[in-house]
């Protein structure tokens, strides 16, 4: 575990395992390396494990600025490059789905293979206009508590585990502040080219060359890449899945970790 220092800021680093293969685990919004508890050690058996956190996350420094998708896409290419990987296994869930994807198009060397987990791309252009209403005006001297209440992305699902998550996110997003957690949300959708809108995902999707895993919760991004994929005969596997929430790799981690390890052994580097 260390701090890798890349692009004017600190990023919080660590490291598991050997192997021939590497596996890369990028975090969503308002989260950090820690949502990887159930991951790490079933994926670190035969393969070198790298997670970190992104900008502004967990224990990596916050700034002033920098916290646009396409921004941390860049923080997480120059923390491959300072570490020498290349040709990995990028597993991305939700704002780090983007995150993933943005890597595989603009780097295509440092990834093998794209897993992606709920990604927060694919939203129509009018959900745009819904992200500046949720979150007014930052300065304001609620928008520490209006962050927290926005960061509960599973608000309808009641159960002794999404409880104890929910605390859990309401912490995170009340410690990183409305100066990190508002820059971020507004990255993934609000602006021309933000990769988090349809025109730009589905920019994204036409060229991206790595085989893809997609596995949903969430039923309408789920149908438009379905769909767009079809149309474009990509080597893109997209599943939804019932039963559980946006945190589907926690929800059920002994289903997830079974369908990507074989995801992992599919697409390996050959000797």
């Known amino acids: ?45 035969d393969a070198r494990v790298v997670t970190l956190d992104l900008r502004g996350h967990g ?3 916050r700034t002033a600025s920098g916290y646009g998708s396409v921004e941390l896409a860049e923080d997480v290419i120059a923390v491959l490059d300072h570490l020498g990987l290349s040709d990995s296994h990028l597993v991305g869930h939700s704002l780090g789905g983007i995150i993933a994807n943005l890597i595989a198009v603009r780097r295509p060397d440092l990834a093998r293979s794209v897993l992606l987990i709920d990604p927060a791309y694919g939203q129509p252009e009018e959900w745009a206009g819904q992200v500046g209403a949720i979150i007014g005006d930052p300065a304001s001297a609620d928008s520490a508590e209006r962050a927290a209440v926005a ?13 104890a998550r929910r605390i859990r996110r309401r912490l995170q997003a009340l410690a990183l502040g409305p100066e990190v957690v508002w820059p971020t949300y507004a990255g993934m959708w609000c602006g021309e080219d933000a990769p988090g809108l349809r025109p730009q995902t589905a920019l994204a999707i036409r060229e991206r060359r790595q085989p893809a895993l997609c596995i949903y919760a969430y039923e309408p991004t789920y149908t438009w890449e379905s769909n767009l994929v079809d149309k474009l005969g990509l080597d893109t596997r997209v599943e939804l899945w019932t039963g559980v929430t946006h945190f589907l790799h926690q929800d059920d981690p002994e289903r997830f970790n079974k ?3 074989a995801w992992f052994d599919t697409n390996r580097l050959q000797p």
């Open 1 to 45: 575990m260390s701090w890798v220092r890349v692009r004017g800021f600190d990023c919080f680093v660590a490291e598991f395992g050997s192997g021939d293969s590497s596996i890369v685990l990028i975090h969503g919004w308002c989260s950090d390396s820690t949502d990887w508890v159930d991951q790490i050690s079933a994926f670190a058996g």
């Open 259 to 261: 369908v990507a390890s």
């Open 151 to 163: 960061a509960d992305l599973e608000p309808e699902v009641h159960n002794s585990v999404t409880a």
């Open 59 to 61: 224990h990596s420094e």
